[in-house]
């Protein structure tokens, strides 16, 4: 399984595709991080707990956090890595050649999904990296041990969530015969996902509770709750979920709503293992989700005919 | 037996593409697989190298199970695809520089296994050069060097001649042949053209429809066929003599004063002693080989 991980690495940190999207990535991210240490340069208050962690989840105006924007366009590059992963090698006729040496088809597509997420881990931890960098230089201080570990539990569950776009686009590539018909596939489940669930959400509660200005709070509340429901389905909104009290240390997986309903809730910050506790659930279903994905390419993949022709 | 294949059916969905197929093949031999578009060639060889199950049936590869063994038979037979495909945007050298890694040989020895195969294919001065750039023949001969890292001791080659000059083809073949001899490997190879491979397979089996219809010696299979001869400054009366005997089995009139004719084995002694006495010239006379479709077509009329 080695040389598969190794040539594949070597493939997608060579491509133009990867390229791209990280460079992407990259000056969206820059540039959210950039205006929100500004942010704090205007509002040096802001900056008293966990300015570390701000930096990831606030963005001042219009543009949205890095978290979102990870959210967002981090299934983009990730699928993209895997949507031709199989059946490239297909219409190439690399297959047969490859799959006539001595390893196992699981191994094969192990090394291809491993190679995967060691380039997006690659792409996140140096973009962390490079908030950290822009951080230092603003704020004129390191982030401290908390901050730290809870970035690092951040970068696992933002590596999770990347991995089951990954392994979506990996089993794409498995259903489909022609990359075309994959990728078409992948980007639409993208926009699904990011976008269209969203919507379906919103108008779903609409009709089910309809609210006014002038609704009472629980009709509010039942609103608000249906739309959470249906959106779970949603790794997206999963990811964001999960990530939220990892990120703001005083998050206790309650809408602002809620909050509102209930005076008294205090609102200090959790010790870490708290924070986890509160996204774990959402934790659950992402490694769920990410399972099935790679156990229906396996059996699809497992006893199909290597014919090129 | 290095190969052995008992009562072999492969279906698709309703498409009997292998219909009780028995095979042997013995070490150190060179065995032709033959057969019309559909025969079942590439499905035969899918099954022996388990990239796909067959229906029913027995295999031993190298005496092992390929459905329940693939590796093992994986680590001792090489095979080149019949549309080999490759990683365009690599050189030649990292092409098979990734087959030797997925063999595990060390990284030493590969670079001396890799640098050999491609200097007995002829791709020493392209070695560096992306795949991308190559032509159909020189991607063929990079899939023969393919097999050669591996040193199998078995190589089955699918079509290894498809698409390639008569020249090229033969020099692939003359190299299959030396590889034989000299390293003693065992090939198993596909083709539809009979006459290509006759030169250097010791024995062929030929395919129709998913059964063996024949098998043995290119020569046994080929023989009998009677002999062709072509004769010059025939008079009338030359035509009339001939077409009285049993022995001219065809006379046809080609051009003018010119007769074709097909004549049975024991007939020649007499052709050229009649065309000698109308004053005529005997153009050509040899034996008939039959062409692959008329062996087909023989087998299929018994
Ligand atoms: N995936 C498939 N689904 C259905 N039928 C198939 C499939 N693959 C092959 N066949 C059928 O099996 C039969 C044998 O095909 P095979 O590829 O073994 O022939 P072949 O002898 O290699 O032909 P060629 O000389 O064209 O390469 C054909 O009739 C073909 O239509
Ligand atoms: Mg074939």
């Known amino acids: 399984m080695g040389a598969v991980f190794w040539k594949e690495l070597a493939d997608h940190l060579g491509s133009r595709r990867f390229f791209l999207l990280s460079l992407i990535i990259l000056v969206v991210a820059g540039t959210s991080v950039y205006l929100g240490i500004q942010g704090f340069q205007q509002n040096p208050g802001a900056a008293q707990d966990f300015p570390y962690l701000r930096l990831f989840t606030t963005a001042p105006g219009a543009l949205p956090s890095f978290l979102s924007f990870l959210a967002f366009f981090g299934p983009l590059l990730a699928v993209l890595l895997g949507f031709d992963a199989v059946n490239s090698e297909f219409t190439r006729g690399t297959v047969s050649r490859v799959l006539a040496q001595p390893i196992y088809r699981d191994a094969w597509i192990n090394g291809k999904f491993l190679a995967g997420l060691a380039t997006l881990g690659i792409v996140v931890v140096s973009i962390v990296l490079l908030i950290f960098g822009l951080g230092l230089f603003a704020l004129g201080f390191p982030p401290d041990g908390p901050e730290l570990a809870r970035l690092g539990v951040f970068l696992v569950v933002a590596l999770l969530y990347l991995g089951f776009w990954l392994a979506l686009g990996i089993l794409y590539s498995v259903l489909f015969r022609s990359t075309a018909s994959s990728a078409l596939a ?15 959400a919103g108008v779903v509660a609409d009709q089910v509770v309809p609210v006014r200005a002038d609704s009472p709070a629980e009709a509010w509340l039942r609103h608000e709750n249906l739309r959470d429901f249906i959106l779970r389905f949603s790794p997206v909104a999963l990811f964001e979920e999960a990530t939220l009290p990892i990120l703001v240390p005083s998050y206790r997986g ?22 986890l506790l509160v996204g774990w659930p959402q934790l659950v279903g992402l490694l769920a989700l990410t399972s099935v994905c790679f156990a229906a390419a396996y059996l699809v993949f497992m006893r199909r005919e290597i014919r090129t022709s | 037996m290095i190969v052995e294949a008992k009562g072999l059916k492969k279906e698709y969905r ?6 009780g197929l028995d095979l042997a093949i013995a070490e150190g031999e060179i065995y032709g697989l033959l057969g019309p578009n559909g025969s079942g060639k590439t499905t035969t060889i899918l099954i022996l190298l388990g990239l796909t199950e067959p229906t029913a049936g027995a295999v031993r590869v190298c005496g092992h199970d390929p459905v329940r063994e693939p590796l093992a038979v994986k680590r001792l037979v090489g095979y080149m695809p019949e549309k080999v495909g490759f990683y365009e945007e690599l050189s030649a050298v990292e092409n098979l520089r990734y087959i030797t890694r997925l063999n595990g040989i060390p990284e030493g020895e590969a670079r001396r296994r890799i640098a050999e195969a491609l200097e007995q294919v002829g791709l020493r001065e392209v070695a560096h050069r992306p795949v991308a750039t190559f032509s159909h023949g020189m991607r063929q001969r ?8 591996k040193r199998p ?15 090229g083809a033969a020099q692939i073949l003359d190299l299959i042949r030396r590889l034989r001899d000299e390293a003693g490997m065992t090939v198993l190879l596909s083709s539809h053209l009979l006459h290509q491979v006759q030169r250097v397979c010791d024995r062929v089996g030929i395919l129709h429809r998913g059964r063996m219809v024949a098998e043995g010696r290119v020569a046994e299979l080929t023989a009998s066929g009677g002999y062709l001869a072509r004769v010059g400054r025939a008079s009338p009366r030359l035509r009339a003599r001939l077409e009285a005997e049993d022995w001219a089995l065809a006379v046809e009139e080609v051009g003018p004063g010119e007769l074709a004719l097909t004549l049975a084995e024991d007939g020649r002694p007499a052709l050229l002693r009649f065309v000698a006495e109308e004053g005529g010239v005997v153009l050509e006379l040899r034996p008939k080989q039959p062409t692959l479709e008329e062996i ?7």
């Not at chain 1, 992948?186 to 379906?200: D, E, P, Q, R, S």
């Open chain 1, 186 to 200: 992948a980007v639409a489940t993208w926009l699904f996902f990011t976008l269209f669930l969203y919507m379906i």
């Open chain 1, 254 to 275: 309650l809408s602002l709503l809620a909050l509102l309903m209930q005076p008294g809730v205090p609102t200090n910050p959790l010790p870490l293992g708290q924070s």
């Open chain 2, 14 to 19: 309703g498409v009997r593409a292998l219909d």
């Open chain 2, 142 to 149: 990079l899939g023969l060097a393919d097999v050669l890292v």
């Open chain 2, 153 to 167: 001791k078995l190589a089955i080659l699918d079509e290894p001649t498809s698409g390639i000059d008569p020249e």
């Open chain 2, 296 to 302: 087909y077509l023989r087998y299929f009329r018994e």
